[in-house]
């Protein structure tokens, strides 16, 4: 199994909720090797401080996490994902992803959405507060652009190091 290990939750969840998209079919999608992006989203993703990095190989290992015209597009959506990450966990962010709109807001599925998933979903959410996640997601406090672009830098150098097994 490969697995590459971040420092804390708020890059776990960025790697996670958004940067796995990008490299795959968003900022980086026409980028050389073609399947640059394979194993880095086939990964399975950690919290270890004490032994970050990758244990498996890959075509390419150097991306501009922190690129400003990535930043200027995706960078308070960024913001939010860590901020429901760092007051929930990333297993609820997880959650609240596929709920979440282009901005990164969480939003409660309209009822004309039927079926078994939306159902889920709905059921899913009812057991939290939405004001109060919405609160979360534009709490400066819990999260900033200034530690999101340190810790975009950071996980920079994480993904080239090699982990320990």
Known sequence: MATLAFRNVAQAALFELELKGQL???????????????????????????????????????????????????????????????????????????????????????SKLTGEYWDQKRAAISVLNVGSIAIITEDEHIFSRKQLVRELHDMKEIIKIWRKP
Request: proline letters at 5%; aromatic letters at 10%; a negative charge.
């Open 24 to 110: 795959s079919d968003g900022h980086w999608e026409n980028s050389r090797p073609t399947d640059h992006w394979r194993a880095w989203c086939e990964a399975t993703v950690v919290v270890d401080p004490t032994n970050v990095g990758r244990d498996f190989d890959v075509k390419r290992d150097s991306y501009a996490f922190a690129s400003k015209d990535m930043l200027a597009v995706i960078g308070d959506r960024m913001m939010r994902y860590v901020r429901i990450a760092i007051a929930m966990g990333l297993d609820w962010a997880k959650k609240l992803d596929p709920l979440t709109d282009l901005d990164g807001r969480v939003v409660v599925p309209d």
